[in-house]
């Protein structure tokens, strides 16, 4: 992924963070009382807010010197959202017989959402095949898992995971009423798509 730093927002201040999944979809009124809905976007695309997980000067300073380093919104990073970073023994999806994908499976009823996983946790990721561990190739960076010859049956896998962001802003408007006192409107991050 071009312009993405393969780095790790601070976890203390990322558990304070609000945000979760965004669709877009668009509704039409039509002239009877109906509404059509066109789904613009196949998979959700996550937005967060770091400002609420600010609670000291120190963090703030962390953020900034973050902010800086990422050069606003030119460089990409990892994130962990805290209400939705493990996956445990999630199906993975087939892209060749011999390189399969990460995957996160979301079920409601009959129905279910599929989302494509690219930033594992390194160490983490464990693999198995007829509920057998073993030992495939994994890249971090992209979510891919690559086996020496194709698996006997559908592979599954248990991991942490990041989310792949950017911040969606060039501008940071600290206010500092006081020297142990700052704070911040908001500080956006967005997915990015991989």
């Known amino acids: 992924m071009p312009g993405f730093h ?3 927002f601070p976890d203390a201040i990322a558990r304070g963070a609000t945000g979760g999944p965004e669709y877009s979809t668009d509704v039409v009124m039509v002239g009877s009382g109906y509404e059509q809905r066109n789904v613009n976007w196949a998979s959700a695309r996550a937005r967060y807010d770091i ?3 600010i609670r000291t000067r120190e963090q703030m300073a962390e953020v ?3 902010f800086r380093a990422r050069k606003g919104r030119a460089y990409g990073f990892r994130f962990r959202d805290w209400a939705d970073f493990e996956a445990v023994d999630q199906p993975l999806v087939e892209v060749t017989t011999t390189v399969w994908q990460l995957a996160r499976q979301y079920p409601s009823g009959p129905y279910a959402d599929l989302r494509t996983i690219t930033k594992p946790v390194s160490g983490t990721v464990v693999v198995k095949v007829n509920a057998n561990v073993v030992l495939p190739s994994i890249d971090h960076l992209t979510g891919r898992v690559t086996f020496g010859s194709p698996p006997v049956a559908n592979p599954t896998a248990s991991f942490l995971f990041d989310v792949p962001v950017r911040f969606d802003t060039d501008h940071l408007q600290v206010v500092s009423p006081a020297y142990h006192l700052q ?9 990015i798509r991989a």
């Open 51 to 53: 400002s609420t997980g």
């Open 6 to 8: 393969d780095v790790s």
């Open 64 to 66: 900034i010197a973050f």
């Open 183 to 191: 704070n911040i409107q908001s500080i956006p991050l967005i997915e």
